[in-house]
């Protein structure tokens, strides 16, 4: 089925008891277990298994055209969780520029797993090749588009090297969804998102999924992390994100059509905009890889540079209307946010630079509120 039709009717079904149409809330933590002690519903306590996470484990692996998906309660303890199969004595190689508080565990939990950690950039296929034959490495984790650079990596081509050396591999694939991007019909092994942002959509919610392409690729170290690490998401976290799903579709190639407009804006103004970080442009060094491997667009989160560094940013940050300075991104209100402020003194990130996650308000009013809050820099 095609993925409009899978995004609303994947993981539901009518209701037996009542002939509710939505998911009844299963609040329960422990269920009835037969005389001999089995429990043929399948659930016996909450931790280990609860229906409204499955119905959206089902959703989620559907749409990715997954095998099992495996839903936690935020996306770091879903990328927690995987980087947990290579303990112990493990080595993971990871994308160079990736989502913040991902860099931060694998600097700060795993190594005290005993697990060997290189950073690689991903987007250099000789470089990764390298990395991956430095040890026996376990895990290959990458995300693309990744964040705040907006670099794009060839999955298929990582997945290649990775499986030459027998290791799995991993793609971070939140800030494309299945909708625009699929890694485990390239080949990939794993593929999560943080559902917090676009499976989430509306900024209300926490929480984190890994997909698995097929039975014994991790599948069994992550269902154990997941019910004996105990990191899951409440049953009512489930139930919203399986209804943000049914527009996932709609939404998320709606917000890439604005985020093309948007950037194509940015792109023409030479004098107020020194640069535009975004796949969907022509002159994007990853543009063409994109286009191979995403389809339907390139996203809606970008950043822009404005020239002078952090005081104009942060001038143009001040002065917007419509958009908010907020973090985080997916969700269908418009933010911008100064990433280096965030990211802190170690941060590598061009201190002009202001990250747009665009949502879906109209594109001429986010570009009009940016053309003059441009005027401030
Ligand atoms: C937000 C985010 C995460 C972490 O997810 P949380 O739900 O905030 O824990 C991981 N990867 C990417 C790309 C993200 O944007």
């Known amino acids: 089925m095609k993925l409009e039709t899978l995004a609303i009717h994947a993981g539901r079904q009518v209701d037996p008891a009542t002939g509710a149409l939505r998911d009844p809330l299963h609040l329960s933590t422990t269920f009835e277990r037969d005389v001999d002690g089995d429990y043929p519903r399948g659930y016996h306590y909450t931790r280990s298994g609860n229906p409204n996470r499955t119905s959206l484990e089902r959703a989620v692996a559907a749409l990715e055209r997954g095998h099992e998906a495996v839903a936690f309660g935020s996306g770091s303890a879903a990328t927690l969780a995987v980087f947990n199969l290579a303990a112990p004595g493990g080595r993971i190689v990871c994308g160079a520029d990736c989502y913040y508080g991902t860099a931060k565990q694998l600097r700060e939990i795993v190594p005290g ?20 034959g430095r040890g026996r490495t376990s895990l290959l984790w990458f995300e693309t588009p990744t964040n705040p650079m907006l670099q794009v990596s060839d999955i298929a081509s990582l997945v290649e090297l990775a499986h030459a050396r027998g290791a799995l591999v991993g793609c971070d694939n939140t800030f494309a969804s299945p909708v625009l991007q699929r890694p485990l019909t390239l080949g990939a092994d794993l593929a999560m998102h943080s559902t917090t942002k676009y499976l989430g959509g509306h900024s209300d919610v926490l929480g984190g999924v890994v997909v698995t392409r097929e039975a014994g690729r991790g599948l069994d170290g992550l269902r154990h992390f997941q019910s004996i690490g105990g990191g899951v998401p409440s049953p009512f976290d489930c139930w919203l994100v399986l209804r943000s799903l049914a527009t996932l579709p709609l939404r998320v ?3 890439a059509a604005n985020a093309l407009a948007v950037a194509h804006f940015l792109h023409a103004d030479r004098r107020r905009v020194q640069a ?52 985080s991104l997916g969700g269908v209100e418009s933010l911008i946010e100064h990433r280096a402020s965030i990211e802190g003194p170690q941060s590598q990130t061009p201190p002009g630079l202001l990250r747009l996650s665009i949502g879906l308000e109209h594109a001429e009013d986010l570009i009009a509120d940016l053309d003059q809050a441009l005027n401030a820099a």
């Open 113 to 132: 797993w005993g697990v060997e950690v290189e950073f690689v950039d991903t987007t250099n296929l000789a470089a990764v090749e390298a990395a991956l």
């Open 253 to 255: 190639r709606q917000q």
């Open 276 to 327: 535009v970080h975004y796949a969907g442009l022509p002159d994007h060094p990853g543009h063409r890889v994109a286009l191979r491997q995403m389809d339907g667009g390139f996203g809606a989160v970008l950043s822009l540079e404005v020239p002078g560094g952090k005081e104009p940013a942060l001038a143009v940050a001040a002065r917007v209307k419509l958009f908010t300075r907020a973090t």
